[in-house]
Nanobody, 117 residues
Framework: QVQLVESGGGLVQPGGSLRISCVAS???????MGWYRQTPRNQGEMVAS???????IYAESVKGRFTISKDNAKNTVYLQMDSLKPEDTSTYYC????????????WGQGTQVTVSS
């Protein structure tokens, strides 16, 4: 069982930056990690993911603006969000998926990001 706790959300103006963090209760070394958010239609959208080996994938809507990274020593995953837009407003959830099969998946409670002037 892995517990995930997100932090760092808040209110930011359009064009601004924010970094959110996800701290795991145990080692994330053998997990693929990801950030998801809810769309206005209440669907889950993968924002960014990072494999245990460091490979990254981004949603088209955030490419070039968001950067996912991790610090295995701190059991922490980060999402650096730059050039934020109002449509980035959402609750952001951290996800951990066991490798290699993804048999076990864990979610955090979410952190709210609001982009508004």
């Amino acid at each position: 069982q892995v517990q995930l706790v997100e932090s760092g959300g808040g209110l930011v103006q359009p064009g601004g930056s924010l970094r959110i963090s996800c701290v795991a209760s145990g080692s994330i070394f053998n997990y693929d990690m990801g950030w998801y958010r809810q769309t206005p239609r209440n669907q889950g959208e993968m924002v960014a993911s990072i494999t245990k080996d460091g490979g990254t994938i981004y949603a088209e809507s955030v490419k070039g603006r968001f950067t996912i990274s991790k610090d295995n020593a701190k059991n922490t995953v980060y999402l650096q969000m730059d050039s934020l837009k109002p449509e980035d407003t959402s609750t952001y959830y951290c996800n951990a998926k066991s490798t290699p099969t993804g048999k076990f998946a864990y979610w955090g409670q979410g952190t709210q990001v609001t982009v508004s002037s």
